[in-house]
């Protein structure tokens, strides 16, 4: 009687455990992939056994025949390039999935480090501009410091926090690389006109 309450227990926990043991060896899909790479997407249970995948612009790509899991769960595989996509389930309901490119994560780290550099440029100008004639450029340089630095902590908490919505913000953030850069240059030959002005008057006085 022992025997056969312990065999039937081994039973039970081989069937019980044999999904869990199962599932550690799936690379199951996050929300946020990197393209090129395939995942295996495990579904809750379901009566039915067939998956709609659309893009995010609500076109439909392919509807997929699942392959059985355990019972009525059933799992199927991912791999999309970069976008954003929506799974809808044959029960209608439905998942997000964002398949993020390494080229798009660089983009934005580029932008941080080419802020970054120009902001610092900016601060220290700003602080050793001493002539009351530039005080005007002492204030925008003091400007752009900050909302350089504003850009900066929202590109940073994008890429960290939201990097499914990189790509769709990486334009602004390159305006406004674009602008800061246009900034920077203009401060550059302003500063560098103003010098050799002052080069000359003193010149001239030594005369």
């Not at 100008?125 to 004639?133: H, M, P």
């Not at 500063?191 to 030594?206: G, N, T, V």
Request: with cysteine; net charge neutral; charged share 15%.
């Amino acid at each position: 009687m022992i025997k056969w309450k312990l065999t039937t227990l081994i039973i039970l926990a081989t069937i019980l455990l044999t999904p869990v043991i199962t599932a550690k060896n799936i690379d199951t899909c996050e929300d946020m992939i990197s393209p090129g790479t395939t995942c295996t997407a495990i579904t809750p249970p379901l009566n039915c056994n067939y998956y709609q995948l659309y893009h995010i612009n609500g076109t439909l790509l392919n509807t997929t025949i699942m392959k059985e899991f355990n019972g009525s769960m059933y799992l199927f595989n991912f791999s999309q390039p970069t976008g954003e996509y929506i799974i809808k389930l044959c029960d209608n309901t439905t998942a997000r999935e964002f398949v993020v490119g390494e080229d798009t994560e660089m983009g934005w780290i580029a932008i941080i480090v080419a802020l970054s550099v120009m902001t610092f440029i900016f601060l220290i100008a700003a602080i050793n501009i001493k002539e009351r004639k530039l005080d005007g450029l002492k204030g925008l340089l003091w400007l752009l410091s900050i909302t350089n630095g504003f850009m900066i902590g929202a590109t940073t908490y994008i890429i960290s926090l939201h990097p499914e919505d990189a790509s769709t913000f990486q334009p602004i953030g390159i305006g406004y690389l674009t602008f800061s850069g246009a900034c920077f240059i203009a401060f550059i030959y302003m500063y560098a006109r103003y010098l050799i002005q002052r080069a000359a008057e003193q010149s001239k006085e030594l005369k």
